[in-house]
């Protein structure tokens, strides 16, 4: 007589197949892929930014987070208000939650010192400056908006245009 053997604890995937028993047509169990290295630390985290860049980024993804506020409150009007038009709440709290993802994208570029990101800073910055005219226009409290609106807009456009700014991004000037 002889004697069975305890069978062999099961690892890894239950359903492969045991070598030389596939059956025509099925795959082969893949080899686990080894772990990519770990990239390096200086390739994540940005050298020093100089102040102005930091700045620049700063309020850009302050006037994000205006829109993206105001977005989700007319959204909520919207939904759970009494609004004139709840489509329009709707929708118009849906297009400033859009809107909200371009200066808050250009912000963290810039933030990351990356030269792409300077683009799309100026370009929020260009048609805030519309709406701290509109915002003027309408008079009351509104001129404080339009006032806080404008001088971020400005101080942001001056400060990308800055040397130093393109320089840290990497953009260099016409020859």
């Given at each position: ?10 690892t890894?995937?239950?359903?492969a197949a045991?070598p030389?028993t596939?059956?025509?047509?099925t ?7 080894p772990?990519a290295?770990?990239a390096?630390a200086?390739?994540?985290?940005p050298?020093?930014?100089?102040g ?11 006037e994000?987070?205006?829109?993206a506020?105001?977005g ?5 009007v919207?939904?759970a ?7 329009q ?7 400033l939650l859009?809107l909200a993802?371009?200066?808050l994208?250009a912000a ?7 030269r792409?990101?300077?683009g799309?800073?100026?370009m929020?910055?260009l048609?805030a400056m519309?709406?701290?005219w509109?915002?003027w226009?309408?008079?009351g409290?509104?001129?404080a ?5 404008a001088?971020?807009a ?17 953009i260099?000037?016409?020859?």
């Amino acid at each position: 007589m002889s004697k069975k053997q305890p069978p062999k604890p099961r690892t890894g995937n239950s359903r492969a197949a045991k070598p030389g028993t596939a059956k025509p047509g099925t795959a082969k169990p893949r080899a686990a892929k080894p772990a990519a290295p770990a990239a390096p630390a200086a390739a994540t985290v940005p050298a020093a930014l100089p102040g102005r860049l930091t700045a620049a980024a700063v309020l850009t993804a302050l006037e994000g987070l205006a829109l993206a506020g105001l977005g989700v409150y007319m959204l909520f009007v919207g939904i759970a208000g009494d609004p004139d038009s709840p489509q329009q709440a709707e929708t118009g709290g849906i297009t400033l939650l859009a809107l909200a993802a371009l200066p808050l994208i250009a912000a963290r570029g810039l933030r990351l010192g990356r030269r792409w990101s300077r683009g799309p800073a100026l370009m929020t910055q260009l048609l805030a400056m519309p709406v701290a005219w509109t915002l003027w226009t309408t008079g009351g409290a509104m001129i404080a908006a339009a006032f806080a609106l404008a001088l971020a807009a400005v101080a942001v456009v001056a400060l990308l245009v800055n040397p130093g700014a393109t320089e840290a991004l990497g953009i260099e000037g016409r020859s």
